[in-house]
């Protein structure tokens, strides 16, 4: 399976703009670029996704490199409530999505 | 509307045993995975069906199964307990029209911690 590559911890100030970056050098033409966060004791919930294309919606935006083997998810300004492990994820074939082991996201006040 | 819910929240069973774990998807979706979350492993992608079919598998034992009911219902059961199953189970449901389309989101439940002792 394609792998992403996070780095292990990121600190931000409460709403200061966060960019988290994920590396996925061995993403193939037809994987989805996907991110989700998981607060503690909660499933994972939904981000954002992206094939090719920078994509924006109420919670962040997507920004995905020329050649696809990189993205950052851009938070606009951090809240108390974004600190959590912010995974990206490649989908790639059905219904898998291969989790590494994320980012942890710390917001100050 | 309702999201995932995923029955028992809690469980603790005793090696050698088995377990059924359920999970109800939202409503009108058709596809259902699982995944398994331990502190060593993180989170791996145990199976996945859709319209009742499992249409793909992760790397885990054939002591692990699941199923999926005509009402999109899913269960997993795991067999022969060991100390190691020990984790978090977590069901995610996603809206595809078609299987294998990963052009969506998965709404995840809270899941069932499960305890083997």
């Known amino acids: 399976d394609a792998k992403t590559t996070q780095p292990n911890s990121m600190e931000s100030n409460e709403e200061e703009p966060v960019h988290l970056p994920c590396n996925h050098s061995?993403?193939?033409?037809?994987?989805?670029i996907h991110w989700y966060r998981q607060l503690p004791s909660q499933g994972p919930e939904y981000v954002i996704h992206?094939?090719?294309s920078n994509v924006n919606n109420r919670m962040a935006s997507l920004a995905i490199a020329e050649d696809r083997k990189s993205s950052t998810l851009i938070l606009h300004r951090a809240t108390l409530r974004d600190a959590a492990v912010y995974y990206c994820?490649?989908?790639?074939?059905?219904?898998?999505?291969?989790f590494g082991q994320g980012t942890i996201l710390t917001v100050h006040p | 509307k309702a999201g995932v819910t995923q029955t028992p929240r809690y469980l603790i069973k005793t090696r050698g045993q088995q377990v059924t774990l359920s999970c109800s998807p939202i409503s009108g979706h058709r596809s259902v995975s699982w995944y398994q979350q331990t502190p060593g492993q993180g989170l791996q992608f145990l199976f996945e069906y859709f319209s009742e079919t499992q249409r793909n598998k992760g790397n885990f034992p054939g002591r692990f199964s699941g199923r999926q009911f005509s009402n999109s219902r899913s269960e997993m059961n795991v067999s022969t307990l060991e100390l190691g199953d020990s984790a978090l189970y977590l069901c995610?449901?996603?809206?595809?029209?078609?299987?294998?389309?990963?052009?969506?989101?998965?709404?995840f439940g809270q899941g069932t911690r499960l305890t083997v002792v």
């Open positions: 994820i490649l989908g790639t074939s059905y219904g898998k999505l291969t």
């Open positions: 061995t993403i193939s033409g037809t994987d989805y």
């Open positions: 992206g094939l090719t």
């Open positions: 995610a449901s996603t809206k595809r029209d078609r299987a294998g389309d990963m052009n969506t989101e998965a709404f």
